[in-house]
């Protein structure tokens, strides 16, 4: 009864693990060692279902098929690990390995030789098989956690000297063990495969990390410059803020529209006015420090916050050289174009505590620059508040 128990416990395993390799197969995008898994665990299968066959008939036919079933198995893992995490032997290695296991497997019983010694041959190959599992998981070089393949290389290993041990431990020690072996197999073969599915869900979840992260780097970016856009300083402000400054340190807000971009787009095309863009973006990304945030927030408008500066006076530096950056002339395709930039500045948090009203006054500033004239920087003012007579 224990016998039957065993097999009907573990075909009903590998058939839920063939379906669940099945169905992350069909995740686009999945890698393809997780279908050659699928059809080895289905090979798995089929062998205890043929082992019970065995069992009930003591068919010669039948321990042939269940031996080939479970080569088969051992070569599907082997080419599912390869290709899952690269492929550490040459492929003809350890097919040659397995077919010439197939072909011994053939001979010997077309030509009646002892069962043992079959036994013993299977027992052998199934082992090194493994064991080159066991190698190509823990050496391989997809980023699955360490400990996952740890996992699938020791059932790998164990697996290995299960089966090593099958027949020794039959002729010397035990002759009839094969309920227990089978119970310990079969919780060998769920361990292992419930590791080599948490493998591929691993790689489903780094893909999900990648995916996200990409889709906020592309909320966040803007796509011509590959400069902050306003949508990251409007989220973000909070997080700089924290981040950026120490007590009793100024932030300021930089304005920055480009003076005579206009001419360009419209004398020498949308495509020499983008290229410009980019110059302007690689200056600012270049020249600003690390704490700071660049970010373009309009058609030729752009936006510096300055972190980290301990008094007003560093607030001027930093607007001459964004001015002397923006003055040099931009080459473009062998012509030389004239910028100039007009500058209005915000001071955090004398002029607002919010990112909104930061902007707000800052863009009022560099209104009133160029409303002066152009080519130049100015601090927001506050206006005066006239006394109504009473």
Not at 62 to 83: D, H, P, Q, T
Request: aromatic fraction near 12%; charge should be neutral.
């Amino acid at each position: 009864m224990a016998f039957e128990i065993v097999h009907a416990v573990g075909c009903a395993l590998y058939l839920l693990f063939f379906v669940l390799m099945l169905v992350a197969r069909k995740v686009p995008r999945t890698n393809p060692g997780c279908g050659w898994w699928a059809l080895a665990i289905l090979a798995a299968f089929c062998s205890r279902l043929v082992y019970v066959w065995v069992y009930q008939f003591d068919s010669e036919g039948a321990k042939l098929a269940y031996s080939l079933l479970s080569l088969s198995e051992k070569l599907l893992l082997l080419l599912g690990a390869s290709a899952f995490f690269g492929s550490l032997f040459k492929p003809w290695l350890y097919s040659g390995l397995v077919l010439a296991g197939l072909v011994f497997l053939l001979v010997a019983y077309l030509l009646q030789w002892s069962p043992w010694l079959s036994g013993l041959v299977l027992g052998l190959i199934n082992s090194v098989t493994l064991l080159m599992l066991a190698f190509i998981v823990f050496k391989g070089e997809l980023a699955v956690p360490l400990l996952i393949r740890r996992c699938i290389a020791l059932f790998a290993v164990l697996r290995a000297v299960h089966w090593f041990l099958f027949e020794p431990v039959s002729l010397v020690l035990y002759s009839d063990w094969r309920t227990q072996a089978f119970w310990l197999g079969t919780v060998l073969v769920v361990g292992m495969y419930l590791c080599l599915l948490s493998a591929v869900f691993a790689l489903f979840h780094k893909r999900l990390i990648e995916s996200e992260s990409k889709a906020l780097e592309m909320a966040y970016k803007d796509p011509l410059t590959g400069l902050n856009n306003k949508r990251y300083v409007d989220a973000l402000f909070e997080q700089v803020l924290l981040l950026a400054n120490r007590p009793h340190q100024l932030l300021a807000v930089f304005y920055i529209d480009l003076d005579n971009f206009k001419p360009i787009n419209d004398q020498a095309g949308h495509k020499a006015g983008d290229a410009v863009l980019q110059e302007v973006a690689r200056r600012l990304r270049q020249h600003m420090r690390s704490t700071d945030v660049c970010a373009r927030v309009g058609g030729d408008e752009f936006l510096v916050i300055a972190t980290q500066l301990d008094h007003p006076a560093g607030v001027n530096l930093v607007a001459e050289k964004l001015s002397e950056l923006l003055e040099l002339p931009v080459q473009i395709d062998g012509q030389s174009y004239n910028l100039g930039a007009s500058i209005g500045i915000s001071i955090y948090p004398h002029h607002g505590s919010e990112i909104a009203d930061l902007i707000e006054k800052a863009d009022a500033a560099m209104y009133s620059v160029k409303r002066s004239g152009r080519h130049g920087f100015t601090m927001y003012q506050v206006e005066p508040v006239l006394a109504e007579n009473s």
